[in-house]
Structure formats: structure tokens, C-alpha cells
């Protein structure tokens, strides 16, 4: 599917989450950006007892309400009406990869109960049972945390579904939709 504008972008690493939203085409603009210290990595150091083992359902909990009390006060203020929602970074090509497979279809477009699904299901899993079901080895200790955090933007924000690419903002992401490039990145 096509990127339109108005959209939002969140990209999540592993020391932050970035966001930034669109309402038109027009180079360079941007309407609001935002960066959290709410990476996957960061996030798993901070809430996780044991991140290579199974986690526990108080442990989510707690991120979750930690992302809600970071980005709630922005989004969804933030964020046009009738925006497309566009997540990027390694958890969400891992999300992407999980949805097609139950789902059929490309990854592309995804549903946002596919984090939900995901985060019960993987957080009940050692990283080891983790990289066995398709995690890859160096994300599967931080995957749970990327999962809650994608899952509490979707709770914040009211999100169905969003888009996934294979690119992320560092790479120009916003530059290309402004130039009406979406293409070149995975769209």
C-alpha cells in the first residue's frame, strides 16, 4: 500500500522511539516530532528482571504503563486526523514477518492486534524458545519490550492497522513522502 500523508512515523531503536507526523506533502515541513528514551533495549534493561527468560505479566505491565505516561500526553494531540500509521526499525520487521505468516499477504499492512497476539506470545517464551519460533538471536532478549511498547502506541492512539517498512528515518523516510518517493522505501 501507499504512504499518504497525513501520516505518523514511529521508529523504534534501541535506546529511543522517535516519532514524527506529517499533514502534507510539502518538502521538508513536518508538523510535530517527538523522541522518548523508550528503545527496546533500554526499555528491557530498565523493566526486565531476567529479559532472556520468560516475562512476567507485571514486568509488562509496567512498561506499558510507563510508554502510556510518555507518549500519552502528545498522541494522539499530536497526531492529523485521519493520519496512516507507519512503524519502522527491526521490531517491526520482525512483526511484519510474524503477521504475514498468520495472516497471508505481504507484511506491509498490518493489524494492531498482531502486538497484542505477539506480546502474550512472546513474552511467555525464553529468549532461546524466542529465536526458535523466528526471532532473530540478537533481537529475541528485547523483542517483548519492543512488543509492548508498539502495543501501547496502538492503545494511545486508537490504532487498527498500520504500515511497515523496511526503512526507517534516518534513511530519509519523511524526505521521500514529501517527494512522493514512498516506493523506493518498501510501500
Not at 31 to 46: F, I, Q, T, Y
Not at 59 to 68: D, K, Q
Not at 82 to 108: D, P, S
Not at 148 to 157: K, L, P, Q, S, T
Amino acid at each position: 500500500p501507499a504512504v499518504r500523508t497525513p501520516c505518523a512515523i514511529f521508529d523504534l531503536g534501541g535506546g529511543s522511539l522517535e516519532f514524527v507526523a506529517k499533514t502534507d506533502a510539502a518538502p521538508r515541513s513536518r508538523d510535530s516530532a517527538e523522541s522518548w528514551a523508550l528503545g527496546a533495549v533500554r526499555a528491557s534493561r530498565r523493566f526486565f528482571s531476567d529479559a532472556s527468560g520468560k516475562i512476567p505479566t507485571e514486568e509488562i505491565s509496567a512498561l506499558r504503563a510507563f510508554a502510556r505516561a510518555a507518549v500519552a500526553p502528545c498522541l494522539p494531540r499530536e497526531i492529523p486526523r485521519g493520519a496512516q500509521f507507519v512503524f519502522c526499525g527491526g521490531a517491526a520487521g520482525i512483526c511484519a514477518r510474524f503477521a504475514a505468516e498468520k495472516n497471508g499477504g505481504n507484511g506491509c499492512e498490518i493489524s494492531a492486534e498482531i502486538f497484542e497476539e505477539l506480546l502474550r506470545e512472546m513474552s511467555g517464551k525464553t529468549a532461546a524458545e524466542r529465536v526458535a519460533c523466528g526471532v532473530p538471536a540478537k533481537r529475541a532478549d528485547i523483542f517483548p519490550a519492543a512488543l509492548a511498547v508498539f502495543a501501547e502506541i496502538c492503545a494511545v492512539c486508537g490504532v487498527r492497522s498500520f504500515l511497515h517498512t523496511r526503512r526507517n528515518l534516518r534513511y530519509g523516510l519523511c524526505a521521500a513522502l514529501c517527494r512522493g518517493d514512498a516506493a523506493a522505501f518498501g510501500f
